[in-house]
């Protein structure tokens, strides 16, 4: 039977390769990240070489360049064969310059197209939240919008939403945290980014509920850096009682809708795809799993025209770890900061 392989790589600021401005798109020979110059050929030949060992049907990226040109010229560039571009591409309107994106072959793929707005009114539009917790609705909106794609896989349907939810990141943080007189000011920025993060999970899981509602079969992946992880993390556990990632999943109380988690096939050890120092808890090199794929309960169905091969969710740290140098002490010595996932469905 065939396979079809999806994946999600955050693919770690590709903005810093371009020139800036609205002229015709243009790498630079160098860029700067977090003081230190790194080379942009050797930056993106070590994140194109993982794209190509990863050879995703569909691939959605995270921290894609500002503009469809330059996401273009780096296909052209990177991802060609004989001349020929590998993937076709979506680029979403949103993030300024950290983008979302979504990569396919189109000799795989039917058709592509981007949902319309009017089946999106739901999802996209501003709606009420409380992100301050002084328990007044505000109208909000996503901080990067989801880019939903439509595509036909040998005359099936599928539905593609790549995320990328709102940061954790806060300036200066690691000073404020440390510095009792300022403590305070570091939890309450945390809670006011977790809270942003919960009230786009949850206007994505309004969405997909409405979908499952109309069908329980509709074949639909919600996939992407969720700035997230399974469990629940300092801010989670004592403030907020919830994450992200099991808002998206769905409830107990409708088991019938509940998404699976391809990355719950990899063994717990190997079930991360960043790390970094927490100076929140004071762990080094913390192992967290923010990359996630989720899908729809009818792709579990054995007798779906598109179904998930069982057990063949992943995250690819054998191709990462190919790419890496140095540590991956530079941007220029690691194909991103991320781990890619994946998962294969089957038709």
């Known amino acids: 039977m065939p396979k079809l392989q999806i994946c999600a790589q955050n693919v770690e600021w590709m903005n810093d390769w371009f020139e800036p401005g609205s002229g015709p798109a243009a790498f630079k020979q160098t860029?700067?990240?977090?003081?230190?110059?790194?080379?942009?050929?050797?930056?993106?030949?070590?994140?194109?070489?993982?794209?190509?060992?990863?050879?995703?049907?569909?691939?959605?990226i995270e921290e894609a360049p500002s503009r469809k040109e330059e996401l273009q010229l780096f296909i052209d560039t990177y991802l060609s064969e004989n001349g020929q571009p590998i993937y076709e591409a979506f680029l979403g309107d949103a993030g300024g310059a950290q983008k979302i994106g979504l990569l396919y072959k189109p000799g795989v793929v039917d058709s592509a197209e981007l949902a319309p707005h009017t089946s999106l009114v739901d999802l996209i539009d501003p709606w009420e939240a409380d992100v301050d917790g002084d328990a007044v609705l505000d109208l909000?909106?996503?901080t990067r919008t989801p880019l939903v794609v439509d595509l036909t896989i040998a005359g099936n349907p599928?539905?593609?939403?790549?995320?990328?939810?709102?940061?954790?990141?806060?300036?200066?943080g690691e000073q404020l945290w440390n510095d009792p007189a300022t403590k305070q000011t570091y939890v309450v920025a945390a809670l006011k980014n977790r809270r942003r993060i919960s009230t786009e999970g949850m206007r994505v899981r309004t969405y997909l509920d409405s979908l499952l509602a109309q069908d329980v079969d509709t074949p639909v992946i919600v996939l992407g850096d969720l700035n997230d992880g399974p469990g629940l993390d300092y801010f989670e556990e004592r403030y907020l009682a919830h994450n992200v990632t099991d808002i998206l999943i769905?409830?107990?109380?409708?088991?019938?809708?509940?998404?699976?988690?391809?990355?719950?096939?990899?063994?717990?050890?190997?079930?991360?795809t960043a790390v970094f120092d927490d100076y929140v808890t004071n762990e080094q090199n913390k192992h967290v799993l923010l990359d996630h794929i989720l899908l729809a309960p009818g792709l579990s169905n054995p007798a779906a025209p598109l179904r998930r091969v069982a057990g063949s969710g992943r995250v690819r740290h054998a191709e990462y770890d190919a790419q890496v140098v140095n540590n991956g002490a530079n941007r220029e010595d690691r194909p991103s900061d991320h781990r890619p996932v994946s998962v294969e469905l089957e038709y």
């Open 140 to 142: 909000y909106e996503f």
């Open 250 to 272: 769905g409830s107990a109380f409708q088991p019938e809708w509940l998404f699976a988690h391809a990355q719950h096939d990899v063994a717990a050890a190997e079930r991360y």
């Open 158 to 172: 599928l539905q593609i939403i790549v995320m990328h939810t709102k940061s954790n990141f806060i300036n200066n």
């Open 31 to 60: 860029f700067k990240r977090d003081g230190h110059t790194s080379d942009t050929n050797d930056t993106a030949t070590r994140t194109a070489a993982l794209i190509k060992a990863l050879d995703a049907d569909v691939l959605g």
